[in-house]
């Protein structure tokens, strides 16, 4: 019986790879442009982007959107230590925070403190009334530690693909 390809066996290829790279720089690529810069045949390019993104390699595209350029100038990084950490509450917190628009990113950690989350804000006082009415409110949270982010540098979200 045949084994289902992974994403790992699906990227493999050094031009699945080049794929992958081409297109986190530019999702918008045109698949004429990717076939071109990979090598590869218009039809065989495309098929290729098809089984990535069938196979969850490629999960997705989207616009990056600086947060200052909606106003958001305060970003935060907050610390999460949980009274609780049954299933039925873990359960319940990840999925309140998960629909909290203002995390935007959510980690669970090994070791204390259980969870980091970045916050994003208008300003303090907005970010206040995060923290207080919204973010201490998630199910089974016992203690909140936050530190204001003072500049981001470097790092792109882009992952290396080997």
Do not use: W
């Amino acid at each position: 019986m045949p084994l289902t390809p992974t994403p790992r066996r699906n990227c493999c290829t050094p031009e699945s790879a080049k794929i992958l790279s081409l297109l986190q720089e530019d999702g918008r690529l045109s698949m004429t442009d990717l076939a071109a810069r990979v090598g590869l045949s218009l039809s065989s390019s495309h098929r290729r982007v098809r089984d990535l993104e069938a196979s969850g390699v490629i999960e997705g595209y989207r616009a990056l959107v600086p947060p200052r350029a909606v106003g958001l100038t305060f970003e935060a990084l907050v610390f999460v230590t949980m009274a609780r950490t049954d299933l039925e509450t873990v359960a319940a917190f990840e999925d309140a925070a998960a629909a909290e628009p203002a995390i935007v990113t959510a980690q669970r950690l090994f070791g204390e403190p259980d969870y980091l989350f970045r916050v994003l804000a208008r300003d303090l006082t907005h970010y206040q009334e995060i923290y207080d009415t919204r973010l201490g409110a998630l199910p089974g949270v016992q203690r909140l530690t936050s530190t204001m982010v003072m500049r981001n540098f470097g790092g792109d979200g882009t992952v290396p693909i080997p």
